[in-house]
Nanobody
Framework: QVQLVESGGGLVQAGGSLRLSCAAS????????MGWFRQAPGKEREFIAT????????YYADSAKGRSTISRDNAKSTVYLQLNSLKPEDTAIYYC???????????????WGQGTQVTVSS
């Protein structure tokens, strides 16, 4: 079992940046692929990025490419999501998730954090 706690969200102006963190409990973090998802008001939760267990592979949604970077530090049991050039439409609750399978589907992730709010003002 792994527990995930996101942090780093907040209010930022359009064009700004945020770095989200997701800290995992337990000593098995390196066994999990990690993903970031977001859910905007009135919309379904959507995939943003995923990173493999070793950190050697990453994949991004088209909407995130060029503006987001996912990374992980297995020694710290933490995964990060750097968000740049933020737009008002990026406003959402951002969730991290852990699963044994590296993939983009929400179904591949077994453990979820509680989310962190990102609000981008125009």
């Amino acid at each position: 079992q792994v527990q995930l706690v996101e942090s780093g969200g907040g209010l930022v102006q359009a064009g700004g940046s945020l770095r989200l963190s997701c800290a995992a409990s337990g000593r098995t973090f390196s066994r999990y692929a990690m993903g970031w998802f977001r859910q905007a008001p009135g919309k379904e939760r959507e995939f943003i990025a995923t990173i493999s267990q070793s950190g050697g592979n990453a994949y991004y949604a088209d909407s995130a490419k060029g503006r987001s970077t996912i990374s992980r530090d297995n020694a710290k049991s933490t995964v990060y999501l750097q968000l740049n050039s933020l737009k008002p439409e990026d406003t959402a609750i951002y969730y991290c998730a852990a699963g044994f399978v590296y993939g983009i589907s929400q179904r591949t992730y077994d453990h979820w954090g509680q989310g962190t709010q990102v609000t981008v003002s125009s």
